[in-house]
């Protein structure tokens, strides 16, 4: 079956640090990958997302990059702020299989960034 | 617009109640989804509607009764619920069913007492 797998946290770091959060996938067809952030007392919000091999999704700062060959999918921020503070989600839709349609998440990992 | 919302934001409910959760969306999106998540954990599945209609129902209780009763609305509807469900009750929608990504609600936050 489907699997995610996250770094484990929580991550805690100084503001404009440098952020990578690993996240590693199990699937068996060509899934997609997502990240999404859920701020304290919120929904799930789509952070940056893929859809095939190579592909790099970005947004706010955020990076991570398709790796079929490594089957990883690590977020990546350059110089993060106190407003990053959040749990960080790595997801994948599978459209194949008995999977089909759902989003498989990792663990989540908690980021709290210091001043 | 990328925006699904969601009521009541709160609920506090008796084991005897019976209550409805709502979902809206107006992107167009012909899937919308119930999860279910619990502190500092990821979303559980509860339920996915494609085109209106129920397609994937994960062994939820019966307890838990959905309901679409069209494109745009998805209801959840409680009744004779148990501590162990409070929770944060997300809804999403996605343009269809097959790998898109989803876009999630606020949330409700049931608590059962």
């Known amino acids: 079956g489907n699997s995610v797998t996250q770094m484990e946290g929580p991550v805690t770091l100084s503001e404009e640090a440098f952020l990578t959060i690993n996240c590693t996938y199990t699937a068996t067809g060509y899934p997609s990958l997502f990240w999404y952030v859920q701020y304290p007392g919120e929904g799930l919000q789509l952070l940056l997302k893929a859809t095939k091999a190579d592909d790099k999704g970005s947004n706010k700062g955020f990076e991570a990059t398709y790796r079929k060959e490594t089957t990883s999918f690590h977020l990546e921020k350059g110089s993060v702020q106190v407003s990053d503070s959040a749990v960080y989600f790595c997801a994948l839709s599978d459209p194949g299989g008995t999977s089909y349609g759902k989003l498989t998440f990792g663990q989540g990992t908690i980021l709290t960034v210091h001043p | 617009d990328t925006e699904v919302t969601q009521t009541p934001k709160h609920l506090v409910m008796g084991m005897t109640n019976k209550k409805s959760l709502k979902c809206e969306q107006h992107?167009?999106?012909?899937?919308m989804y119930w999860y279910k998540q619990k502190a500092k954990k990821p979303p559980e599945l509860m339920f996915v509607y494609s085109y209106e209609k129920l397609s994937i129902n994960e062994s939820v209780p019966s307890r838990f009764s959905p309901e679409c009763p069209n494109s745009s609305l998805l209801n959840l509807h409680l009744h004779a619920l148990q501590p162990e469900d409070s929770a944060l009750y997300l809804c999403a929608s996605s343009r269809r069913r097959e790998g898109h990504e989803q876009y999630f609600g606020p949330g409700t936050r049931l608590t059962v007492t």
């Open positions: 992107m167009g999106h012909r899937a």
